[in-house]
């Protein structure tokens, strides 16, 4: 049977250190790709229009894997859901909630590795953060409706991307804000080819999107995942933000 990468323990420590690492210990050389750090961090404050951001906002972070993201929006909102499929993901983020300091390795080279410890982000209210596991491309109506949804880099990771994007609609009340963030990355191991874009993958999102949604803005945000001291993926995701039409 075809294992899901994401539940694998190498992943889990992989996505603890993008999340919870700090810049050094991700990007221990002095040359490198320094803007690239933090994008768990800047994929929230970065990207929406934080100034019309309702007091209290639900928000919902779908592909939320150990949690960084949704314990960033839970600085500005009242309510954030976090959803993954996961499980192994949502286990990690819902111990971090929980108070937790959760151990994980940072390989260094062949099986050596150190061990480094993920903890909460001091300020956060873990009382405004869930997590849960869940399918973007079958989110429950008893979510409701929220005033944000942040989906980092979930998009070309969907077998039927198109399910989820039919879904967005109705999950964003009127003035919502959506962020897409994707390296379009599009790989047979995750999507069928017959469900990949035709063209760009901001023209399948303007073909999908257009007329629920308003495309306020298109911007580049790079980030570095570190799989040992001398390997690091260095990607360059595309960003958007999407209002909701009034109704
Ligand atoms: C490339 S990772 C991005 C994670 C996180 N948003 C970030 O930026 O670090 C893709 C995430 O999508 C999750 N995922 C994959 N398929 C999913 C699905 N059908 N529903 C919800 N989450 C899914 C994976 O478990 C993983 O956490």
């Known amino acids: 049977m075809k294992v899901n990468p994401y539940e694998t323990r190498k992943l889990v420590d992989e996505y603890l250190l993008f999340h919870y690492g700090a810049d050094d210990e991700i990007l221990s050389w002095e040359s490198g790709p320094r803007n690239a750090l933090g994008f768990p961090v800047r994929s929230v404050t970065e990207t929406f229009a934080w100034s019309s951001v309702p007091p209290g906002a639900r928000a919902l972070d779908v592909g939320c894997a150990v949690g960084r993201s949704s314990f960033e929006l839970a600085r500005h909102c009242g309510e954030v859901v976090g959803i993954d499929f996961s499980e192994a993901f949502v286990s990690a983020a819902e111990a971090i909630r929980a108070g937790e300091r959760l151990d994980y390795r940072r390989f260094e080279e062949a099986s050596t590795f150190s061990t480094l410890t993920a903890v909460r982000p001091e300020d956060v209210d873990p009382g405004r953060v869930s997590f849960q596991r869940g399918d ?22 969907l077998p039927e991307p198109e399910r989820f994007l039919r879904r967005l609609p109705a999950l ?46 298109v911007f580049d945000m790079p980030f570095l995942i570190r799989e040992h001291a001398r390997k690091f993926q260095w990607t360059v995701a595309q960003a958007s933000l999407w209002e909701r039409s009034a109704f």
């Open 172 to 217: 964003l009340r009127p003035s919502g804000q959506l962020v897409l963030t994707t390296p379009c990355t599009w790989l047979e191991e995750f999507t069928p080819v017959s469900n990949w874009p035709e063209g760009s993958t901001l023209g399948f999102l303007k073909q999908h999107l257009e007329g629920p949604f308003v495309l306020r803005r």
């Open 136 to 157: 973007a491309m079958e989110l429950e109506t008893s979510l409701g409706s929220f005033d944000l949804v942040h989906a980092a880099n979930l998009l070309c990771r």
